[in-house]
């Protein structure tokens, strides 16, 4: 009996030994071959899949019109898969429509559609990663673009770009998703980040809109009255990333930059240090005290409760106050982040962002899939759903009447005014000289987060709490980039 | 022919499928994580190469390892001692009142019922500083001047992940202890108290060594559950403030998935399986001990 | 002896204010409106009893069907696992004495790995077996802590069956398969079902495996469905996530008193290893 239980294991074994020795050979030969092809731009991604389909769609591209649609009606069945991370009601809704619509223009075309929140998709795509199931196209933030992209699973949307002309995106944006002349994304929606306070309570108070940091610290030291109102709500859960993107508007403002070009943490430069120093007295000035544990939904509870009087954020505030106090809606305003001095050096931009998977069987269905996300009627209807939280990124829509004939928009010109300026002139967290992987350090392990909280929990000086956390930060970028 | 086979080696056929599953589900992570932990395996796409026990210096070498691992006995000690303490009274108490037992039975279950998604997420409601009930019933009653910090105070976000967990655990203790309380002989009792022996007495040489059997295998399957848990803290602080609750799974996690490094998340996993299968061995000896005094 | 009896009620009244408070507090909760969730916290009954967050829950997500598949797979998954187990089980006690001591602590063993960091390997072995995104992958990982969990607990059932009463029937002319499937099941049955229970509680909790095995949105449990509510939005959604909570819970509990008899009288069986 026991002889045979020992064969039995010896055997179960040696086969998952098997399976394993498989998956490892197998998977590190993949992306390097296809990071290979990504660097060469459009034409190599439909050599990862070839299938026949696309080779006619790749020779008929350069003389018809319109060969995306063309080979996506070609009229065998075709099957993708579509990640997205629009899991409220409104926007999930307009999914499921829209991709019905897409099916229905095309009968031989069908779309799969899984939801996921954006805190989990993160692990969706590390495990998709690891064994190398990921979905034809899928919504995506600037940081797991670019893991995705050094994992070597992106499709480059530069046949997209040559099909619908350079002009059809707004430049800054696509500027922005693109690495070594390969656009790795599509940006869908654009926001930035801005200051939002209430008018009210600034005037109740008699003050002025903080102009510098100093204005800024005196005002939220003298509207704090805890627990009734606070000054500027500072979350610092390390499950999330407030504090690093805070961080980044502060000091993009004064121009200073957290990863230097050559991909080195620098948060020891003494203008971020000043920023840390800024963020901890906003802090013990006028956050409520728990906030060290607060992630971003409940900081933008608190403002959204009408209980803190500065609030950083984009235009998604606006549907918040809306939705939450609607009689707060005509007593918030933003403004640009600024520096020291009052200087608006920088931005720190944000995009969601539509790609696709450089190992799908139809390459062409996938770009057609994306531009259908952007005819103008749709996609109008789109960014309505979240007014002012949502910005163009076609060049047409941002410039048409139709995008800006909604109440809230008009309601909140000044600010989505500035939002926009933010996404001309703004770069994303950490990627200040371009795409980097090492801007996932800021954004994924708390480090700035920890820092924050060292210096208002053990009054660490901020030299000191910089030094640890930018040895903290380069010990994860070299995981990242070794 | 199937039959006899069947028939004469009943019990290998038997057990085929589960060995099937245990070592497919347990020997190929093992034997991957090994293998990973040697090298630089990155889901970035690297190409992959050997890189010795430089993964286990890494780790062996940063001292927020230490801190989640002193983290990690410090919540499993507390959470445990108190399930284990808080389920024996319970399980006493449940077995001794005669009136209303399925109904106590089932109001102490309540905590299980709960997934653990709902349990952090219920009770970082009720212990919010802003709006939570606790702290507003508090601060209404003029017990405290200022709310208590519950998640965000380094000195009791520890205490309270803890206290939370024994509120979801003491129902497993406390049911599976009663259970062994109802096997002990009445007889024995009755004969313990005809020869004078006082009550403290008759817990320490009837009640204690017929529960600390199952008690025993209990702890071992708690410690393993409780060492390993990773969500009840992650949902809950994600380890502050500070590094306060890091514990050795969200350190393993913060190595492997948000930096897509399975060499150096995978040699963290294999020394907290050193780590604990140090401590199963240790336990099963006093087990082994117990068991031999119960049969004698 | 009265004041004992005294002191237990009084320390079962203060434990089922502990267990039973925080489900009130959200039974509550619930029923509060749109706005009062967030502006009314510190009294405890709402002042206008709302259905707002149930019909808002029920209309914007698929809660239900998300319940449904959770249902289905938790209850595959522990038909599956009890299969397994039993005969395993079964066959481990036959073999008795030092084999099963050891071969029960491998068992235990098993329970070691991390789930946090069996999740990625796992998800390669299912995508290998070409299993992914299918209920058989998700079964096989959720066999994962079913398999164990259930012989474990079972091998200290079977231990109650005495042998002589299956010697007896093998003389009469059963098979040795035969007098598992006609003598010892039955008569663990009550064991059989309590195990069964904690393998269904196990499965119906679990998350991370299925939040990355299955993708398809429709297919999703309600874990993942919970955590959909609770993370996919810019701000708390309280009340949605309060009318969840109470849909899951509530009926788990209702179960429970149904079943509270058996959890305790089947793992009676287990304590006299």
């Given at each position: 009996?026991?002889?045979?239980?020992?064969?039995?294991?010896?055997?179960?074994?040696?086969?998952?030994?098997?399976?394993?020795?498989?998956?490892?050979?197998?998977?590190?030969?993949?992306?390097?071959?296809?990071?290979?092809?990504?660097?060469?731009?459009?034409?190599?991604?439909?050599?990862?899949?070839?299938?026949?389909?696309?080779?006619?769609?790749?020779?008929?591209?350069?003389?018809?019109?319109?060969?995306?649609?063309?080979?996506?009606?070609?009229?065998?069945?075709?099957?993708?898969?579509?990640?997205?991370?629009?899991?409220?009601?409104?926007?999930?809704?307009?999914?499921?429509?829209?991709?019905?619509?897409?099916?229905?223009?095309?009968?031989?075309?069908?779309?799969?559609?899984?939801?996921?929140?954006?805190?989990?998709?993160?692990?969706?795509?590390?495990?998709?990663?690891?064994?190398?199931?990921?979905?034809?196209?899928?919504?995506?933030?600037?940081?797991?673009?670019?893991?995705?992209?050094?994992?070597?699973?992106?499709?480059?949307?530069?046949?997209?770009?040559?099909?619908?002309?350079?002009?059809?995106?707004?430049?800054?944006?696509?500027?922005?998703?693109?690495?070594?002349?390969?656009?790795?994304?599509?940006?869908?929606?654009?926001?930035?980040?801005?200051?939002?306070?209430?008018?009210?309570?600034?005037?109740?108070?008699?003050?002025?809109?903080p102009?510098?940091w100093d204005e800024l610290l005196a005002a939220v030291k003298a509207i704090a009255d805890p627990p009734n109102q606070y000054g500027f709500t500072i979350a610092m859960s390390?499950?999330?990333?407030m504090c690093?993107?805070l961080l980044?508007?502060f000091?993009?403002?004064?121009?200073?930059?957290?990863?230097?070009?050559?991909?080195?943490?620098?948060?020891?430069?003494?203008?971020?240090v000043k920023a840390l120093q800024l963020m901890a007295d906003l802090y013990k000035a006028g956050s409520p005290e728990g906030s060290i544990n607060y992630?971003?939904?409940?900081q933008?509870?608190v403002?959204?409760?009408?209980k803190s009087t500065f609030a950083f954020?984009?235009?998604?505030?606006?549907?918040?106050?809306?939705?939450?106090?609607?009689?707060?809606?005509?007593?918030?305003?933003?403004?640009?982040?600024?520096?020291p001095?009052?200087?608006?050096?920088?931005?720190?931009?944000?995009?969601?962002?539509?790609?696709?998977?450089?190992?799908?069987?139809?390459?062409?269905?996938?770009?057609?899939?994306?531009?259908?996300?952007?005819?103008?009627?749709?996609?109008?209807?789109?960014?309505?759903?979240?007014?002012?939280?949502?910005?163009?990124?076609?060049?047409?829509?941002?410039?048409?009447?139709?995008?800006?004939?909604?109440?809230?928009?008009?309601?909140?010109?000044?600010?989505?005014?500035?939002?926009?300026?933010?996404?001309?002139?703004?770069?994303?967290?950490?990627?200040?000289?371009?795409?980097?992987?090492?801007?996932?350090?800021?954004?994924?392990?708390?480090?700035i987060e920890e820092c924050l909280q060292d210096m208002v929990l053990n009054n660490t000086p901020a030299e000191e709490a910089a030094?640890?956390a930018?040895?903290?930060?380069?010990?994860?970028?070299?995981?990242?980039?070794? | 022919?199937?039959?006899?086979?069947?028939?004469?080696?009943?019990?290998?056929?038997?057990?085929?499928?589960?060995?099937?599953?245990?070592?497919?589900?347990?020997?190929?992570?093992?034997?991957?994580?090994?293998?990973?932990?040697?090298?630089?395996?990155?889901?970035?796409?690297?190409?992959?190469?050997?890189?010795?026990?430089?993964?286990?210096?890494?780790?062996?070498?940063?001292?927020?390892?230490?801190?989640?691992?002193?983290?990690?006995?410090?919540?499993?000690?507390?959470?445990?001692?108190?399930?284990?303490?808080?389920?024996?009274?319970?399980?006493?108490?449940?077995?001794?009142?005669?009136?209303?037992?399925?109904?106590?039975?089932?109001?102490?279950?309540?905590?299980?019922?709960?997934?653990?998604?709902?349990?952090?997420?219920?009770?970082?409601?009720?212990?919010?500083d802003l709006?939570?009930?606790?702290?507003?019933?508090?601060?209404?009653?003029?017990?405290?001047?200022r709310p208590?910090q519950?998640?965000a105070d380094p000195r009791?976000?520890?205490?309270?992940?803890?206290?939370?967990?024994?509120?979801?655990?003491?129902?497993?203790?406390?049911?599976?202890?009663?259970?062994?309380?109802?096997?002990?002989?009445?007889?024995?009792?009755?004969?313990?108290?005809?020869?004078?022996?006082?009550?403290?007495?008759?817990?320490?040489?009837?009640?204690?060594?017929?529960?600390?059997?199952?008690?025993?295998?209990?702890?071992?399957?708690?410690?393993?559950?409780?060492?390993?848990?990773?969500?009840?803290?992650?949902?809950?602080?994600?380890?502050g403030p500070g590094?306060?609750?890091?514990?050795?799974?969200?350190?393993?996690?913060?190595?492997?998935?948000?930096?897509?490094?399975?060499?150096?998340?995978?040699?963290?996993?294999?020394?907290?399986?050193?780590?604990?299968?140090?401590?199963?061995?240790?336990?099963?000896?006093?087990?082994?001990?117990?068991?031999?005094?119960?049969?004698? | 002896?009265?004041?004992?009896?005294?002191?237990?009620?009084?320390?079962?009244?203060?434990?089922?204010?502990?267990?039973?408070?925080?489900?009130?507090?959200?039974?509550?909760?619930?029923?509060?409106?749109?706005?009062?969730?967030?502006?009314?916290?510190?009294?405890?009954?709402?002042?206008?009893?709302?259905?707002?967050?149930?019909?808002?829950?029920?209309?914007?997500?698929?809660?239900?069907?998300?319940?449904?598949?959770?249902?289905?797979?938790?209850?595959?998954?522990?038909?599956?696992?009890?299969?397994?187990?039993?005969?395993?089980?079964?066959?481990?006690?036959?073999?008795?004495?030092?084999?099963?001591?050891?071969?029960?602590?491998?068992?235990?063993?098993?329970?070691?790995?991390?789930?946090?960091?069996?999740?990625?390997?796992?998800?390669?072995?299912?995508?290998?077996?070409?299993?992914?995104?299918?209920?058989?992958?998700?079964?096989?990982?959720?066999?994962?802590?079913?398999?164990?969990?259930?012989?474990?607990?079972?091998?200290?059932?079977?231990?109650?069956?005495?042998?002589?009463?299956?010697?007896?029937?093998?003389?009469?002319?059963?098979?040795?398969?035969?007098?598992?499937?006609?003598?010892?099941?039955?008569?663990?049955?009550?064991?059989?079902?309590?195990?069964?229970?904690?393998?269904?509680?196990?499965?119906?909790?679990?998350?991370?495996?299925?939040?990355?095995?299955?993708?398809?949105?429709?297919?999703?449990?309600?874990?993942?469905?919970?955590?959909?509510?609770?993370?996919?939005?810019?701000?708390?959604?309280?009340?949605?996530?309060?009318?969840?909570?109470?849909?899951?819970?509530?009926?788990?509990?209702?179960?429970?008193?149904?079943?509270?008899?058996?959890?305790?009288?089947?793992?009676?069986?287990?304590?006299?290893?």
């Amino acid at each position: 009996m026991k002889k045979r239980i020992a064969i039995i294991l010896a055997l179960a074994v040696s086969a998952s030994a098997l399976t394993a020795g498989c998956g490892n050979s197998k998977k590190p030969a993949e992306p390097v071959s296809t990071s290979g092809g990504a660097g060469e731009a459009s034409g190599k991604s439909s050599e990862a899949a070839p299938s026949e389909g696309n080779r006619t769609g790749e020779e008929s591209q350069e003389k018809a019109g319109d060969p995306m649609a063309a080979v996506t009606d070609d009229g065998t069945e075709k099957t993708i898969t579509y990640w997205h991370t629009f899991t409220e009601g409104a926007r999930k809704d307009y999914i499921d429509q829209m991709v019905a619509d897409y099916m229905e223009a095309h009968p031989n075309v069908t779309v799969n559609v899984e939801v996921y929140p954006w805190n989990v998709f993160t692990q969706k795509w590390t495990a998709g990663l690891a064994a190398g199931a990921l979905p034809d196209v899928s919504s995506v933030n600037p940081d797991n673009l670019f893991a995705i992209q050094q994992a070597g699973a992106v499709l480059p949307m530069n046949p997209l770009i040559d099909a619908v002309g350079e002009d059809y995106f707004l430049k800054k944006p696509l500027d922005n998703f693109t690495y070594d002349e390969v656009i790795l994304g599509i940006p869908y929606y654009l926001h930035s980040y801005v200051m939002w306070y209430r008018k009210d309570v600034l005037k109740e108070k008699d003050l002025e809109v903080p102009k510098n940091w100093d204005e800024l610290l005196a005002a939220v030291k003298a509207i704090a009255d805890p627990p009734n109102q606070y000054g500027f709500t500072i979350a610092m859960s390390k499950n999330d990333q407030m504090c690093a993107q805070l961080l980044s508007c502060f000091a993009k403002a004064e121009g200073a930059a957290l990863i230097t070009e050559d991909n080195q943490g620098n948060l020891t430069d003494p203008k971020v240090v000043k920023a840390l120093q800024l963020m901890a007295d906003l802090y013990k000035a006028g956050s409520p005290e728990g906030s060290i544990n607060y992630g971003l939904s409940e900081q933008n509870d608190v403002f959204f409760q009408g209980k803190s009087t500065f609030a950083f954020g984009s235009g998604f505030h606006i549907n918040g106050v809306k939705q939450n106090s609607p009689e707060l809606l005509d007593k918030i305003a933003a403004v640009p982040f600024m520096g020291p001095e009052g200087e608006t050096l920088g931005d720190t931009a944000f995009v969601i962002g539509l790609m696709g998977w450089n190992q799908t069987e139809y390459p062409e269905t996938v770009y057609d899939f994306i531009r259908f996300h952007f005819e103008n009627e749709r996609y109008i209807e789109f960014l309505h759903l979240i007014p002012g939280g949502q910005l163009p990124a076609t060049t047409e829509v941002a410039n048409s009447e139709e995008f800006f004939d909604n109440d809230t928009i008009r309601q909140f010109q000044d600010e989505i005014q500035y939002i926009q300026q933010g996404i001309e002139k703004g770069t994303f967290i950490g990627m200040d000289f371009g795409l980097t992987p090492a801007a996932a350090a800021l954004t994924s392990q708390g480090i700035i987060e920890e820092c924050l909280q060292d210096m208002v929990l053990n009054n660490t000086p901020a030299e000191e709490a910089a030094k640890k956390a930018n040895e903290k930060l380069n010990a994860a970028i070299q995981i990242l980039m070794e | 022919m199937i039959k006899k086979f069947v028939n004469r080696h009943m019990c290998g056929v038997f057990i085929a499928p589960a060995c099937l599953v245990t070592v497919l589900l347990l020997a190929y992570p093992i034997c991957i994580s090994i293998f990973y932990s040697f090298t630089n395996k990155s889901l970035l796409g690297k190409p992959l190469k050997f890189v010795g026990l430089s993964n286990y210096q890494a780790v062996l070498s940063n001292p927020e390892f230490y801190q989640a691992l002193w983290n990690t006995i410090v919540y499993t000690v507390i959470s445990l001692s108190l399930q284990l303490l808080l389920g024996f009274l319970l399980a006493l108490a449940l077995n001794r009142i005669t009136r209303f037992q399925g109904l106590f039975r089932t109001l102490i279950l309540i905590p299980w019922a709960f997934p653990m998604i709902i349990v952090t997420f219920t009770w970082s409601y009720l212990l919010n500083d802003l709006y939570g009930i606790v702290n507003g019933k508090l601060l209404q009653w003029g017990l405290i001047a200022r709310p208590i910090q519950f998640l965000a105070d380094p000195r009791f976000a520890m205490i309270t992940v803890s206290l939370v967990n024994v509120w979801f655990g003491v129902p497993l203790f406390a049911v599976n202890i009663l259970a062994s309380l109802q096997t002990i002989p009445k007889d024995l009792y009755e004969a313990a108290q005809i020869d004078g022996a006082s009550a403290l007495m008759r817990f320490r040489f009837i009640t204690l060594p017929f529960v600390r059997v199952i008690a025993g295998l209990l702890i071992i399957l708690r410690t393993i559950w409780i060492f390993n848990s990773f969500d009840l803290i992650f949902l809950m602080t994600g380890g502050g403030p500070g590094t306060s609750t890091v514990t050795v799974p969200i350190f393993a996690y913060r190595m492997g998935w948000t930096l897509y490094s399975l060499g150096r998340s995978s040699a963290v996993t294999i020394l907290l399986l050193l780590f604990l299968a140090g401590a199963c061995f240790l336990y099963f000896r006093i087990l082994d001990r117990w068991e031999k005094e119960v049969s004698q | 002896m009265k004041k004992g009896l005294i002191a237990s009620y009084l320390i079962l009244i203060i434990a089922s204010i502990f267990a039973a408070g925080p489900l009130l507090i959200v039974i509550c909760a619930s029923f509060k409106g749109q706005y009062e969730i967030v502006s009314n916290t510190a009294s405890l009954l709402p002042k206008v009893f709302s259905l707002y967050w149930y019909r808002d829950l029920l209309e914007k997500t698929d809660f239900l069907i998300y319940v449904r598949n959770s249902l289905c797979y938790s209850l595959l998954s522990t038909i599956l696992g009890m299969v397994i187990s039993s005969l395993a089980a079964y066959a481990i006690t036959r073999l008795g004495g030092k084999k099963q001591k050891q071969l029960t602590r491998v068992i235990v063993m098993t329970y070691m790995f991390p789930p946090i960091l069996l999740a990625i390997p796992y998800f390669i072995l299912v995508s290998n077996l070409g299993l992914a995104n299918s209920l058989p992958g998700l079964l096989l990982a959720y066999m994962s802590f079913t398999v164990p969990f259930c012989t474990y607990l079972l091998v200290s059932y079977f231990r109650t069956v005495p042998v002589e009463i299956e010697d007896a029937a093998r003389i009469d002319g059963l098979t040795r398969p035969g007098v598992f499937l006609h003598i010892a099941l039955p008569l663990v049955a009550p064991g059989l079902v309590a195990t069964g229970i904690f393998a269904f509680i196990n499965a119906w909790n679990e998350f991370l495996y299925s939040l990355l095995i299955i993708s398809s949105g429709s297919r999703q449990t309600v874990s993942v469905g919970l955590y959909s509510i609770k993370g996919g939005m810019e701000t708390l959604q309280w009340g949605d996530m309060m009318a969840a909570s109470v849909l899951v819970v509530i009926p788990s509990i209702l179960f429970f008193s149904l079943i509270q008899k058996r959890i305790a009288g089947g793992l009676t069986a287990g304590a006299d290893r």
